[in-house]
């Protein structure tokens, strides 16, 4: 028996090292990393260049706490992080993984209402599904029935709007019609909650793992801001997973070009080399909470030298290899190849994405978009499936009214096309054999 619990549905073997796209296990097994672990490892296992900076920064010092210390690593990083932030940008808070960035980041809004003496300010709408983070906090504005429910006695809990899912609606995604439709929604509820009362609005700009890859229709992030600028209310972008370049963009939003207030990053900035996240916000609301007496929250372990040393290498190889280009093409790639299995699994209703952050999702008719039946435990069983066929991907079944089974294909941004072959080749093996287990027609 093991000692460690975690929700593994099924036994995986022990891990024994990583290379590029590939991950070996003790018996000498070779997996294609297809989702980047938890879409973590943008650029591959075991780079060279990171590993030679965390080794240099050891022999330095692994740990300074930051109330005693400033250190270069964690200032070179900030600097970093702040040039690649949109404009306004400029202050940078480290966390060690995306749900510290997310709470950090409702308690800096928090905080800088209070500063400016709206305190009434507390609610954060947020959009159903979505997911922000397994604590308290930022699993109050996750919207993902299965995770909250437990906790509901818990929590204050926080008001949402239906996310953007134009394809289960029927509606045209290009359409501005589309996006004037789903953003008016966060308008009605501010009102319906009372706008002086409302504090922020959170959301992922590409959607991670509830959603699974969902893109915004056009026009929905720009009204978004809008709103959220009549009402006075600050705009959170959550780009955990879309923020560090896997979507073709350093930034999700910036295929929108719109600008919030506050972000958090945390997955592909540490890059599975360290836990490492951050919260970015706007340099004069840090003003404002710093004139109040500082900002009332902070994690021991937050802006070690030894993760920012490693996260500040880990950018540099994303610039100097051209990874965020590479994304961007590869993704395109993948995604029409993708789609192109559309064709022979009348099974797969969606594919969708942005760069290398890609879903495809599995339903019983494409027309009406109906889910596979539950009892089938598409979810796991296609991922154990490709599992076996020495492919990783990642998946998430969304129930009660929402969607079905969806399964995020986001492998490192340093895949090439040959790459991208091994990933079809084992998907579309792993889909013939569910097809076959769960009795559901493909055409040849
Ligand atoms: N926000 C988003 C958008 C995420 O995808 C995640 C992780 N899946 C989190 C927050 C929470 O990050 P962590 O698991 O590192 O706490």
């Known amino acids: 028996m093991s000692h460690l619990f975690y929700q593994s549905k099924s036994p995986r073997p022990f891990l024994e090292r990583g290379e590029g796209i590939y991950m070996y296990d003790v018996n000498g097994r070779r997996y294609l990393d297809g989702s980047s672990g938890a879409m973590v490892s943008n650029i591959g296992h075991s780079n060279p260049a990171v590993l030679a900076a965390m080794r240099a920064q050891m022999d330095k010092s692994t740990f300074g706490y930051r109330l005693h210390f400033q250190t270069e690593a964690s200032e070179a990083l900030a600097t970093k992080t702040a040039e690649l932030s949109p404009r306004g940008l400029d202050r940078v808070f480290f966390v060690s993984g995306g749900s510290e960035a997310v709470e950090s980041a409702l308690k800096m809004a928090r905080q800088y209402k209070l500063a400016i003496g709206q305190g009434s300010r507390f609610k954060v709408i947020s959009r159903m599904p979505s997911y922000h983070g397994s604590t308290l906090g930022a699993l109050a504005v996750t919207g993902y029935d299965p995770l909250t429910v437990p906790f509901a006695p818990m929590m204050h ?7 953007p899912r134009a394809y289960l609606d029927g509606l045209d995604i290009n359409d501005p019609a589309t996006g004037l439709h789903y953003a008016n929604m966060l ?3 501010i009102i319906e909650e009372g706008p002086e009362t409302v504090l922020a609005f959170i959301l992922e700009p590409v959607g991670g793992a509830s959603t699974g890859a969902l893109v915004p229709p056009a026009g ?3 009204r978004i801001r809008e709103i959220c600028d009549a009402y006075d209310i600050l705009l959170i972008h ?8 896997r979507t073709g963009k350093f930034w999700g939003a910036d295929h929108w070009g719109t600008v919030p207030d506050i972000i958090s990053i945390s997955k592909g900035f540490g890059g599975g080399y360290v836990p490492l996240g951050a919260m970015i916000a706007r340099g004069d609301m840090v003003e404002a909470v710093l004139e109040t007496g500082g900002f009332q929250h902070g994690h021991t372990y937050a802006g070690n030298p030894l993760a920012c040393a490693a996260g500040l290498a880990l950018i540099g190889e994303i610039e100097s290899n051209n990874l965020i280009a590479n994304a961007a093409c590869m993704g395109d ?3 029409a190849r993708l789609k192109g299995l559309m064709n022979r699994y009348p099974f797969i209703g969606d594919v969708r994405g942005k760069g290398l952050l890609l879903a495809f999702e599995l339903v019983s008719d494409r027309v009406t978009m109906e889910p596979l039946a539950a009892g089938l435990s598409a979810y796991q069983r296609l991922v154990d499936i490709a599992y076996d066929e020495g492919l990783i991907i990642y998946s998430r079944r969304t ?3 929402l969607n079905g089974d969806h ?7 340093i895949i090439g096309e040959d790459g991208i072959e091994e990933i079809m080749q084992g998907l579309t093996r792993a889909l013939d054999k569910f097809a076959a287990e769960a009795g559901l027609d493909v055409d040849s």
């Open 333 to 335: 790639l993948l995604k």
């Open 220 to 222: 929905y992030m720009q």
């Open 238 to 245: 959550d780009e955990v997973m879309s923020g560090g370049g």
């Open 157 to 163: 809990e926080m008001p949402k709007i239906p996310a």
């Open 399 to 401: 129930r009660g009214g």
């Open 187 to 189: 308008e009605q509820k």
């Open 407 to 413: 399964f995020l294909v986001c492998p490192p941004m």
